[in-house]
């Protein structure tokens, strides 16, 4: 039988999930602005929503820390909450930023010839994961996200590389590609952002493990 407050962690669990469908949509607008077949205009209205939604829970969060005083398992499953929830709104913030970006672009050829496409979808992905892993509480497949950051910084170096090589050649356009750039730093943002959902969801496997040996 669950307890109250097993049924409050539900609750936020389900907002939790809630938040990261906004953020999840958000990066499929980066993806489909970097096609041209989507405007930018909604993630504006995303990232307020994501800002108010983001606030809300946080405010549960601190809500069920002052009500419950919960220990060992809850305090950890609330921790691991609200480190997500933060990590989201900051994804959403970034994903505003980028496509900012894209307003100062006359086109997305740029985008492509430093390989930014390739860089979000990665980024799309290794969301998805980790937020699966956040509902599943699965701890190997949090592992798995939070090694391929690696794979997303490793984008972010060689988009650094072909922006050297577009400023040597002296094409126009150079400009554009530092724009660019900075997009790519913010797609590698939020892969650091994904990666602390993930490392967030292992610490919390870890201590529900420690519960049961302990019992």
Same mark, same amino acid.
Do not use: W
């Given at each position: 039988?669950?307890? $109250?407050?097993?049924?409050?962690?539900?609750?936020?669990?389900?907002?939790?999930?809630?938040?990261?469908? *906004?953020?999840?949509?958000?990066?499929?607008?980066?993806?489909?602005?970097?096609?041209?077949? /989507?405007?930018?205009?909604?993630?504006?209205?995303?990232?307020?929503?994501?800002?108010?939604?983001?606030?809300?829970?946080?405010?549960?969060? !601190?809500?069920?820390?002052?009500? @419950?005083?919960?220990?060992? $398992?809850? *305090?950890?499953?609330?921790?691991?909450?609200?480190?997500?929830?933060?990590?989201?709104? $900051? !994804?959403?913030?970034?994903?505003?930023?980028?496509?900012?970006? *894209?307003?100062?672009?006359?086109?997305?050829? !740029?985008?492509?010839?430093?390989?930014?496409?390739?860089?979000?979808?990665?980024?799309?992905?290794?969301?998805?994961?980790?937020?699966?892993?956040?509902?599943?509480?699965?701890?190997?497949?949090?592992?798995?996200?939070?090694? @391929?950051?690696?794979?997303?910084?490793? @984008? @972010?170096?060689?988009?650094?590389?072909?922006?050297?090589?577009?400023?040597?050649?002296?094409?126009?356009? /150079?400009?554009?590609?530092?724009?660019?750039?900075? #997009?790519?730093? /913010? *797609?590698? $943002?939020?892969?650091?952002?994904?990666?602390?959902?993930?490392?967030?969801?292992?610490?919390?496997? #870890?201590?529900?493990?420690?519960?049961?040996?302990?019992?």
């Amino acid at each position: 039988m669950k307890t $109250r407050i097993d049924e409050e962690l539900d609750k936020l669990d389900l907002g939790t999930m809630s938040l990261s469908t *906004l953020v999840e949509e958000a990066l499929g607008i980066i993806t489909s602005s970097l096609n041209n077949s /989507y405007g930018k205009a909604r993630i504006r209205e995303i990232a307020q929503e994501i800002e108010e939604k983001g606030k809300s829970l946080e405010g549960s969060c !601190i809500n069920l820390l002052l009500k @419950f005083h919960p220990v060992a $398992r809850d *305090l950890k499953r609330i921790s691991s909450t609200l480190c997500t929830i933060r990590d989201l709104c $900051r !994804i959403g913030d970034n994903s505003l930023d980028f496509c900012e970006m *894209l307003d100062y672009l006359s086109s997305t050829e !740029i985008c492509n010839e430093i390989g930014l496409l390739d860089m979000a979808l990665n980024v799309k992905k290794m969301l998805s994961d980790a937020i699966s892993a956040f509902v599943s509480k699965d701890a190997e497949k949090a592992k798995s996200v939070e090694a @391929f950051d690696d794979v997303i910084d490793k @984008f @972010f170096s060689d988009a650094r590389k072909k922006l050297r090589a577009v400023i040597r050649s002296g094409k126009d356009g /150079y400009e554009e590609a530092v724009d660019v750039v900075i #997009g790519a730093k /913010y *797609l590698e $943002r939020m892969g650091d952002h994904a990666a602390s959902i993930a490392h967030s969801v292992i610490e919390e496997c #870890g201590t529900v493990e420690e519960s049961k040996s302990e019992g």
